[in-house]
């Protein structure tokens, strides 16, 4: 269950004095707050990766205070710090947990980022556990996200539709008309469609506003291509399905890690030495400090 009193940490420190990055979020519902920070790269795939998961409808730090948030402009969540009690070696401790956000179904999203190995050390597996339960006690998903949960060819996707998400005068108006020459449900690549339009604005305007349209229905679930497989580029062929078809949803993160099964080499039989003997054979056993007794005479 959540604590409260607990301070959130400083994002600066954790990053090495400096923030890593921010990536500008469409989820906040707040225009005047639109950043949302990373500490690490994996931090930074697992932000784009709730940017553009159709079931996540709102996202934000779980691990800073108010005084910080203020500070730098940045949503929050309404319980935050979101503190996770938990315990470790026989003592109570408080987890931070990355981002904390609100499913479709209003439901609780916890998720947490990091490199495998280092979450499989026996404290992370303590907060792992807390936030597992306290998330399915709520009817809620913990996502926890490593660097062999997260596509970074789905990244790097994600990054180039985000760079062109931006509206600008026009696009309203073309977006209109390619839906005119481009129906939902049609495969085709962006260099077929380009020419469509280009007797009523120039090709620059076009594909702009194809790619804002890309970006805003991979947003949705509506994009129709795999971008965990495919490189996007101007000669993939995709469609973009209607406003009112289901949407598309990717492959859930997991709340734990995989299992590791170590293979065990079996106990090795005793060698037995063979040494001569007179008239007959005796075997010693090599079994720690064993006595070795003659075998008895054939009767």
């Not at 309404?78 to 904390?100: C, T």
């Not at 859930?252 to 040494?275: C, G, K, M, N, Q």
């Amino acid at each position: 269950m959540t604590a409260s009193g607990v301070r959130g940490i400083d994002l600066f420190k954790i990053a090495g004095r400096s923030i890593s990055g921010w990536i500008k979020s469409l989820k906040t519902g707040n225009p005047h707050q639109v950043r949302q920070p990373f500490c690490s790269q994996l931090e930074e795939r697992l932000l784009m990766y709730l940017e553009y998961h159709p079931q996540v409808t709102w996202y934000a730090r779980g691990d800073i205070d108010a005084h910080f948030a203020t500070t730098y402009r940045l949503p929050i969540p309404k319980e935050a710090p979101f503190a996770i009690s938990y315990v470790y070696e026989g003592q109570p401790h408080h987890y931070l947990p990355d981002v904390v956000g609100t499913l479709t179904n209003g439901k609780l999203l916890i998720a947490e980022a990091g490199m495998e190995d280092e979450k499989r050390e026996a404290r992370q597996q303590a907060k792992a556990e807390a936030a597992r339960k306290l998330a399915r006690r709520l009817g809620g998903v913990y996502w926890l996200a490593t660097e062999q949960t997260l596509s970074i060819r789905q990244h790097y996707n994600f990054v180039s539709l985000h760079a062109r998400r931006q509206s600008f005068p026009d696009f309203a108006a073309i977006e209109t008309a390619l839906h005119e020459v481009w129906p939902w449900g049609e495969v085709a690549c962006v260099e077929e469609v380009v020419p469509r339009l280009e007797d009523r604005w120039s090709a620059t305007l076009v594909e702009a506003a194809i790619w804002k349209m890309m970006a805003d229905a991979a947003a949705c679930g509506h994009l129709l291509v795999d971008l965990t497989e495919k490189h996007l580029d101007r000669k993939l062929p995709l469609a973009l399905l209607p406003p009112d078809a289901p949407p598309i949803v990717p492959d859930p993160l997991p709340d734990t890690l995989p299992y590791i099964s170590v293979a065990v080499e079996p106990p090795a039989s005793p060698s037995p030495t063979v040494i001569p003997g007179r008239g007959r054979t005796r075997i010693l056993a090599k079994i720690g400090h064993s006595a070795v007794k003659p075998l008895p005479k054939p009767i």
